[in-house]
């Protein structure tokens, strides 16, 4: 089979799963523009375009481009030799923030055991000693682990919806089991890699049983985790239609329509669950973190002020970083990178820009939001010319 891509025609290969090889120039870039709540810069990275391991409520669905030749024909788009053109463009930058594998979808979904791209990737960031970290809900390959052990602020995120098996095989049809899940944890903090669980996102009426999230929060505690992210589901409008088709599929006319009285708050395109549902439960799990001495921080959660979409970290987060780990800004000294002195990462809230980058210090007013790889070439030159003038 074949398909037509801006008039391009590509073979669409069968295994593991529908994919096509796509070559591509697209650059590391930084949090998109708009409202946001991510502390810590970072350098996005996204090999695949659609994900096999198949939630339903998946915001990636509603992403435009070859996202929704996923949604349309299943067909999973890759990123050719994304690595090759992942490492020239660290070797054109000075500066370098953390990588993150990756904001849109699972870096090891089963497509990336055939063409690896993730674990090539992180071997470029880790061979200069930048920072990388992921995001997962699939059982982390053997050799990522040694990889990721080998940079000190590099660390992994396992999305650990629920402890019920029953409920993950509907949630998260493709992705790890749940031991398997807690075993990447596991295997995280035994290489003493930081580990962080995400209860990311939690589906009202149908994982978010305080009992049985406490003991999802106790499990992750022993399996070696210090902190703890949430998110409450929200639904793009675009895909609303068919995910509340699945939750009435799965769980019945009387889930939906608890759903259709719920989710009546639209921010910026994203219908969210009632505030006050959002914040009586985030108030529960930040208490259950307190008592076990783990920290605490939401995911992208919002309410609505006057005309303004406001995050709620600032009444939920207990830790310097959302991520729970305070990872400074790289600077390269020949072939490699080091952290720079007396930065915690925090930028949302940082004011005095230690590291010598005044844009990133986004605690001061009107300060610009959203970064591009041309920024940081651009403070990679001003770097250069700061130091040169001090000769
Ligand atoms: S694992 Fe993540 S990216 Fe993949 S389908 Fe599920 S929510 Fe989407
Ligand atoms: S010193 Fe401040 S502005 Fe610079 S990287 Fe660190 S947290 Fe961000």
């Known amino acids: 089979m074949k398909v037509l891509i801006n008039k391009r025609e590509y073979q669409v290969l069968d295994s593991p799963c529908p994919h096509i090889l796509v070559s591509t120039k697209k650059e590391l870039h930084g949090w998109w523009p708009g409202k946001r709540e991510c502390t810590s810069e970072r350098m996005l990275i996204n090999p695949y375009n659609g994900c096999s391991i198949g939630c339903f409520f998946c915001y990636s669905l509603a992403f435009p481009g070859n996202f929704q030749l996923f949604r349309e024909k299943g067909i999973i788009t890759v990123a050719k030799d994304f690595d090759k053109e992942v490492a020239h463009q660290l070797d054109s930058i000075d500066v370098a923030s953390c990588g993150y594998l990756s904001p849109v979808t699972d870096p090891f979904q089963p497509i990336n055991e055939r063409y690896k791209i993730s674990q090539k990737i992180i071997e470029e960031f880790v ?114 239609k068919e995910v509340m088709e699945c939750i009435g599929k799965f769980f019945g006319v009387g889930v939906k329509w608890d759903y259709q009285k719920l989710y009546r708050e639209n921010i910026d395109g994203y219908l969210n669950a009632k505030i006050d549902y959002r914040k009586k439960l985030f108030d529960k799990l930040r208490n259950i973190c307190e008592r076990k001495n783990l920290t605490f921080a939401l995911c992208m959660e919002y309410e609505i002020k006057g005309k303004e979409a406001v995050g709620l970290n600032k009444e939920f987060m207990s830790s310097c970083n959302c991520e729970g780990i305070d990872i400074p800004v790289y600077k390269r000294e020949k072939d490699k990178f080091y952290p720079a002195a007396n930065c915690n990462g925090n930028c949302l809230n940082c004011t005095e820009a230690k590291c010598g980058i005044q844009d990133l210090a986004m605690g001061k007013e009107g300060s610009k939001k959203s970064w591009r790889l041309k920024d940081y070439k651009r403070w990679s030159r001003e770097l250069e010319e700061k130091s040169l003038s001090l000769f």
């Open 127 to 240: 061979s200069r000693n930048i920072p990388i970290e992921f995001t997962t809900k699939a059982r982390i390959p053997e050799d990522v682990i040694p990889l990721i052990k080998t940079q000190s602020h590099s660390f992994g995120q396992v999305s650990i919806l629920t402890i019920r098996e029953d409920l993950r095989k509907i949630l998260v049809p493709r992705g790890a089991s749940t031991k398997d899940l807690f075993q990447n944890l596991e295997r995280l903090s035994r290489e003493s890699i930081f580990a962080v669980c995400r209860i990311d996102p939690i589906l009202p009426y149908i994982t978010d049983k305080v009992k049985e999230l406490e003991e999802l929060i106790e499990r992750a505690k022993s399996s070696g985790v210090t902190h703890i992210i949430a998110s409450v589901l929200d639904i793009p409008l675009k895909i609303k």
